[in-house]
T-cell receptor, first 115, second 112 residues
């Protein structure tokens, strides 16, 4: 079946511009995570959506970052007024999140470069 | 103290060797433990879930030590293709909707 997809796969933007990154999770998965990963570094948690619960935004690094998940499916991560330090790979993962299945399935990521 | 901690490595071992690394977690109530593998410039993929009784999949063995609050991953007869970063993940179960937390990963390099 189809896995998690993300678009665009690569994005180059100029400092100060806004960008939108999209994640299409696996159909039926109730949990959706966004992570950021800089070269050679670990996963940095950004935000977590679980069903109809309020999202856990505790990992968003600044108010320039926001995310929404419409209809419990597609999610968009928006970065406003991008800075060079925002350059990284942005990974999305979805999970069924029932009590017996919490495996996260990752998308291929969006590589963001801010010039 | 981080909620999930790993030795970043790198572990550099010869082909055929056995290598093991641990991942410690801070919340004793944690449930659900996982090992993921991440190849260079790729997304993480599940390697193994870790059950209380421990589990084995071919050359890979994962174990849970609740008393000392760590999980381990053992790789026997290592192959060049095992070179990757290994991430552990834990659900600390602060609530029914608590998020999975990843460690920062352990880099493994297998040399010929």
């Amino acid at each position: 079946g189809a896995g998690v997809s993300q678009s665009p796969s690569n994005k180059v933007t100029e400092k100060g511009k806004d960008v939108e990154l999209r994640c299409d999770p696996i159909s039926g998965h109730t949990a959706l995570y966004w992570y950021r990963q800089s070269l050679g570094q670990g996963l940095e948690f950004l935000i977590y959506f679980q069903g109809n619960s309020a999202p856990d935004k505790s990992g968003l690094p600044s108010d320039r970052f926001s995310a929404e998940r419409t209809g419990g499916s597609v999610s968009t991560l928006t970065i406003q007024r991008t800075q060079q330090e925002d350059s990284a790979v942005y990974l999305c993962a979805s999970s069924p999140r029932d009590r017996t299945q919490e495996t996260q399935y990752f998308g291929p990521g969006t590589r963001l470069l801010v010039l | 103290r981080k909620e999930v901690e790993q030795d970043p490595g790198p572990f550099n071992v010869p082909e055929g060797a056995t290598v093991a690394f641990n991942c410690t977690y801070s919340n004793s109530a944690s449930q659900s433990f996982f090992w993921y593998r991440q190849d260079c410039r790729k997304e993480p993929k599940l390697l193994m879930s870790v059950y209380s009784s421990g589990n084995e999949d071919g050359r890979f063995t994962a174990q849970l030590n609740r008393a000392s609050q760590y999980i381990s991953l053992l790789i026997r007869d290592s192959k060049l293709s095992d070179s990757a970063t290994y991430l552990c993940a834990v659900n600390p179960r602060y609530s029914s909707a608590s998020k999975i937390i990843f460690g920062s990963g352990t880099r493994l390099s297998i040399r010929p």
